[in-house]
T-cell receptor, first 112, second 117 residues
Framework: AQSVTQLDSQVPVFEEAPVELRCNYS??????LFWYVQYPNQGLQLLLK??????LVESINGFEAEFNKSQTSFHLRKPSVHISDTAEYFC??????????FGRGTQLTVWP | NAGVMQNPRHLVRRRGQEARLRCSPM?????VYWYRQLPEEGLKFMVY????????ESGMPKERFSAEFPKEGPSILRIQQVVRGDSAAYFC???????????????FGPGTRLTVL
């Protein structure tokens, strides 16, 4: 089974500052990588995914993540955050059809 | 196109009662997944179902928990004789069948929050 580590449980930042949410996983075999966002009392929404091809993937709202196979990492970044980005972010890995392994989540809080 | 629907959104049960959670996948999706989220933890995979078939139940507790996805109707996660430790958010996800999209791209419902008194 995969193990997914999100190194920071809480990340507070000021509006318009850059942010990086870190994610490492346990295996270097072929995996598929995802970031999900969860707003309070809602389900998870897919933010972005890496399946193959370019190691840098982007979302429509300015987030990007880079797949680094040698470091088994998939860190999420945004150059300038907004208050509306306040949410919990989950990194997930799949190496087996149908089964996603999630990290414990990182609460991003953006202050004005 | 409606998203994944779960009901009820909140469920309160006393110890020893049964909890029944329902999940209707997105239109055109024939694969359903159940996850459990304990307080301050990430989601943990429980079971993966296709219509009338359990594909992978490696994450299901051995006792009291069962899941089904009948030919007609929603998927059901059933917890018998609930205990306080079952209190959690239970999320359902669905995905399209192979060939129509990457099988592991899962779309999540809003969850059912189970509280056991």
């Amino acid at each position: 089974a995969q193990s997914v580590t999100q190194l920071d449980s809480q990340v507070p930042v000021f509006e318009e500052a850059p942010v990086e949410l870190r994610c490492n996983y346990s295996s270097s075999v072929s995996v598929y990588l995802f970031w999900y966002v969860q707003y309070p009392n809602q389900g998870l929404q897919l933010l972005l995914k890496y399946l193959s091809g370019s190691t840098l993937v982007e979302s429509i709202n300015g987030f990007e993540a880079e797949f680094n196979k040698s470091q088994t990492s998939f860190h999420l970044r945004k150059p300038s955050v907004h208050i509306s980005d306040t949410a919990e972010y989950f990194c997930a890995v799949s190496d087996h059809p149908g089964r996603l392994y999630f990290g414990r989540g990182t609460q991003l809080t953006v202050w004005p | 196109n409606a998203g994944v629907m779960q009901n009820p959104r909140h469920l309160v049960r006393r110890r020893g009662q049964e909890a029944r959670l329902r999940c209707s996948p997105m239109k055109g999706h024939s694969h359903v997944y159940w996850y459990r989220q304990l307080p301050e933890e990430g989601l943990k995979f429980m079971v993966y179902l296709q219509k009338e078939n359990i594909i992978d139940e490696s994450g299901m507790p051995k006792e009291r928990f069962s899941a089904e996805f009948p030919k007609e109707g929603p998927s059901i996660l059933r917890i018998q004789q609930v205990v306080r430790g079952d209190s959690a958010a239970y999320f359902c996800a669905s995905s399209p069948p192979p060939g129509q999209g990457f099988i592991n791209e899962q779309f999540f419902g809003p969850g059912t929050r189970l509280t056991v008194l």
